[in-house]
């Protein structure tokens, strides 16, 4: 009877043990994963980001007259993408 009870103990932490190590090896592969998926996104980006954008002119249209907070906000923000 002792030894049932030791046998089916040893069996439960054997299934808790294995339990564990397959939490713990999702969790890898999880990682690994998402790693993996965001180096593929940065080089993507990168390589995107390395085309000649824009290649036409922009404008920027403010809904209200010259003079006013928007125009006003708007007008150094045009300049310096108009350097670039």
Known sequence: MQSNKRNNKTY?????????????????????SVGIL???AIAAAS???AQDYPNRVIRIISPV??????DIAM???ALELQRR
Request: glycine residues 6%; charged residues 20%.
């Open 12 to 32: 439960v932490e054997l299934l808790r043990q294995d339990r564990k190590l397959s939490m713990q090896r999702n969790n890898m592969l999880l990682r690994l």
């Open 47 to 49: 390589a995107a980001a």
């Open 75 to 77: 007008r150094p923000m």
């Open 65 to 70: 007259p010259a003079g006013g907070l928007s």
């Open 38 to 40: 965001s180096a593929l």
